[in-house]
């Protein structure tokens, strides 16, 4: 069976310093892996997705996450956050690439202090 | 539309009454989503719409809980007798599918900005 755990219900970082959103899963076979992201009164948007093509996947807004499999992980980083960075974000898996069976993680609130 | 359109955004309504969400997702697409999310947990699949096809109900939580998509387009979901655990956001997605297996870009959900439920 796929889960996902995110490690961090809240995370804080100062604008302009490295933001890193940590995710681990669980799956059976190897993983199609996304991140999403939500504003604030906004449905969610992918940030980024993982779909074997490379380990490390580049997404929007200069956020990018790297596939380990000796770790199961599939972290989300920044190299220099930014105040419109303050979202939810949410790490997601699937193990069948079908979209009816994506299971998503608990969520870790970003917030960026100036 | 541009996008995944939801309403109400915000429903309070009496434990016991019965609540309506509607979903208007992006034309075209043929794939719609229900998912929930409570507070303090990740999004919970409630149901899968995919064409013309028989929906997949394997995540509503009882039979209080009901879906239908008219049309292929507008989809409701109905919440009878509403208890307090019931309180959420509930989010709608969609998505154009594609060759079967495959995630590809355009076969990626697109989310509306959910309807928040406060059941009193």
């Known amino acids: 069976a796929q889960s996902v755990t995110q490690l961090g219900s809240h995370v804080s970082v100062s604008e302009g310093a490295l933001v890193l959103l940590r995710c681990n899963y669980s799956?059976?076979?190897?993983?199609?892996l996304f991140w999403y992201v939500q504003y604030p009164n906004q449905g969610l948007q992918l940030l980024l997705k993982y779909t074997s093509a490379a380990t490390l996947v580049k997404g929007i807004n200069g956020f990018e996450a790297e596939f380990k499999k000796s770790e199961t992980s599939f972290h989300l980083t920044k190299p220099s956050a930014h105040m419109s960075d303050a979202a939810e974000y949410f790490c997601?898996?699937?193990?069948?690439?079908?979209?009816?069976?994506?299971?998503f993680g608990s969520g870790t609130q970003l917030t960026v202090l100036p | 539309g541009a996008g995944v359109s939801q309403s109400p955004s915000n429903k309070v309504t009496e434990k016991g009454k019965d609540v309506e969400l509607r979903c208007d997702p992006i034309s075209g697409h043929t794939a719609l989503y229900w998912y929930r999310q409570s507070l303090g947990q990740g999004l919970e699949f409630l149901i899968y719409?995919?064409?013309?096809?028989?929906?997949?109900k394997s995540g509503l939580p009882s039979d209080r809980f009901s879906a239908e998509r008219t049309g292929g387009s507008v989809s409701t979901l109905t919440i009878q007798r509403t208890q307090q655990e019931d309180s959420a956001v509930y989010l709608c997605?969609?998505?154009?599918?594609?060759?079967?297996?495959?995630?590809?870009?355009?076969?990626?959900?697109?989310f509306g900005a959910g309807s928040r439920l406060t059941v009193l």
């Open positions: 719409f995919q064409g013309n096809s028989a929906p997949d």
């Open positions: 997601a898996v699937s193990e069948s690439g079908s979209a009816r069976q994506l299971t």
């Open positions: 997605a969609s998505s154009q599918t594609l060759a079967r297996g495959l995630f590809s870009g355009a076969n990626v959900l697109t």
């Open positions: 799956s059976s076979v190897p993983p199609y």
